[in-house]
């Protein structure tokens, strides 16, 4: 007690302040030299328009904040690891496309508790998962109008081409090939499409309706088994995208459309480079353009804004974030040679 009374003050405060200020200070400059990572989650590396949304984040990640992307190869508990990986080994926000978008739940949940901002896109979480917790967005585009561009396409076609009509018999006979069950783009692309029909006056007659789960071999197969059943009944095909379109394509051909059996009209949507390829030589009739890079750049600077403790607000995204915490990119009809040369 005596020694220490003894010293000067200033020396006191000194041993006694030194190490809270090397804390403060090691906190500050750790805290500051954090490197700054972002987790990007994918439910399934195979899926090609996927494929050109994560290929277009890599491009906006180039000196910038880095990202890692994973592969939940279609498993909910395989992504949900991932993600639990991404918080506890320090990222600073994480881009999902959920397997299951009900699923979007737990996801949340995870990242609210570690305080981890999360950007989802391409498969929406339902609303009231979106209100659980604030720092979480959402980057996608409006499938419904995906859904009536595609009709508005076709009704465009059937007016210009009476023969489409093969039987004569004033309807149109179709099929759809949908994507996978649940997902929102499935079964709004499908009921705008048949709307927007209805509303332009046509008649129709739904001969099929089946699932391809967004893949080329899917809609070669459900399209294949469609001709078995259905010959030469079917008079249009709309696939809920352009890889289920080119496997319906390649099923017609075996089947003798495009030669002896003429024309048959298939619409895709995404527009991506096969699809685009497919419009070119005139198989394909029309796509949808859905702007997968547009998508991705979103996605990222709402993400590296978050990382970076900024708030994303639309001046600093350079997209419109509509109520909240949600950016809505535009489709675009993409009409094939048939639509064009007129
Ligand atoms: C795309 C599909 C893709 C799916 C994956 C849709 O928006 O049009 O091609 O397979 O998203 O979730
Ligand atoms: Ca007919």
Not at 131 to 145: I, M, T
Not at 161 to 185: C, L, S, W
Not at 302 to 316: D, H, K, T, W, Y
């Amino acid at each position: 007690m005596a020694g220490q009374s003894a010293q000067p003050f200033s020396l006191l405060l000194m041993r006694k302040l030194l190490p809270v200020i090397l804390l403060v200070f090691l906190f500050v400059s750790c805290h500051s030299e954090k490197e700054l990572k972002i987790g990007v989650a994918v439910y399934d590396f195979q899926d090609s328009f996927i494929t050109e949304v994560r290929e277009a984040i890599m491009e906006c990640s180039e000196n910038d904040i880095p990202v890692t992307i994973v592969d939940a190869a279609g498993k909910q508990q395989t992504q949900n690891e991932q993600i639990e990986r991404f918080i506890n080994n320090g990222y600073s926000a994480i881009i999902v496309n959920s397997v299951d978008r009900t699923a979007s739940g737990v996801i949340i949940e995870k990242c609210r508790q570690s305080n981890v901002p999360l950007v989802f896109f391409n498969r929406e979480p339902v609303r009231d998962d979106m209100a659980k917790w604030d720092k979480v967005y959402y980057v996608g585009a409006r499938a419904e109008d995906s859904g009536r561009m595609a009709g508005e396409l076709m009704a465009e076609y059937w007016e210009l081409y009476p023969h489409a009509d093969r039987n004569g018999d004033g309807a149109m006979q179709f099929v759809v090939i949908k994507g996978e069950t649940g997902h929102q783009d499935t079964e709004l692309r499908t009921e705008y499409f048949i709307d927007t029909l209805l509303e332009k006056g046509l008649r129709l007659e739904k001969v099929h309706e089946d699932t391809g789960d967004w893949t080329r071999s899917g809609g070669y197969s459900v399209m294949t088994s469609m001709l078995l059943r259905s010959g030469d009944r079917i008079e249009a095909v709309f696939a809920n995208n352009d890889d289920m379109a080119l496997g319906a394509l390649e099923a017609l051909q075996e089947y003798g459309y495009f030669s002896t059996k003429g024309f048959m009209p298939v619409i895709g949507i995404d527009g991506t480079p096969v699809g685009q390829a497919a419009l070119d030589n005139g198989m394909l009739l029309a796509t949808v353009f859905n702007d997968a890079g547009n998508q991705a750049k979103a996605a990222y600077r709402i993400a590296a804004a978050l990382a970076e403790g900024r708030e994303p607000v639309s001046e600093a995204i350079g997209y419109d974030i509509v109520d909240g915490r949600y950016v809505w990119i535009p489709y675009r009809p993409m009409p094939g040679r048939l639509l064009q040369d007129r």
